[in-house]
């Protein structure tokens, strides 16, 4: 809050009161990703008990980006080749589908 420029200068109450709550959320993520992940079992709280919290339980989604699943690079590279493939076979539709409108189009107005 202090590195902010646009805040010049904070409340030592409300500095208090944002830290026990982010202290509080914190435990609570905690204590939530322990009881429903893995945790139990190995007797510790992993990241990947953390990440499937964020993105498995609706209250904790607006984390899923911060906290993504762990995946191999070799699986990440693949999943890049596959968008780009894909995106590429969609520009291709999307430019015949666009085609067809124009050749429709000209079609109706030679028709009238």
């Known amino acids: 809050m202090k590195s902010s420029p ?3 200068s904070i409340n030592q109450d409300a500095l208090f009161l944002t830290a026990k709550a982010t202290e509080l959320f914190v435990q609570y993520l905690a204590t ?4 429903h992940g893995r945790g ?3 007797n510790a709280l992993t ?3 953390l990440s499937h919290t964020a993105e498995e339980c ?3 989604q607006f984390l899923a980006d911060i906290l993504p699943k762990k995946i191999l690079a070799s699986k990440y590279l693949k999943m890049l080749e596959k968008e780009k493939r894909d995106g590429e076979v969609r520009e291709d539709n999307d430019e015949a589908e666009e085609e067809e409108d124009e050749d429709k189009a000209v079609g109706d107005s030679v028709g009238s």
């Not at 939530?32 to 009881?35: A, H, L």
């Open 58 to 60: 609706e209250t904790f």
């Open 47 to 49: 990241y990947t008990d």
């Open 6 to 8: 646009e805040v010049s």
């Open 40 to 42: 139990k079992e190995k």
């Open 32 to 35: 939530y990703s322990y009881k």
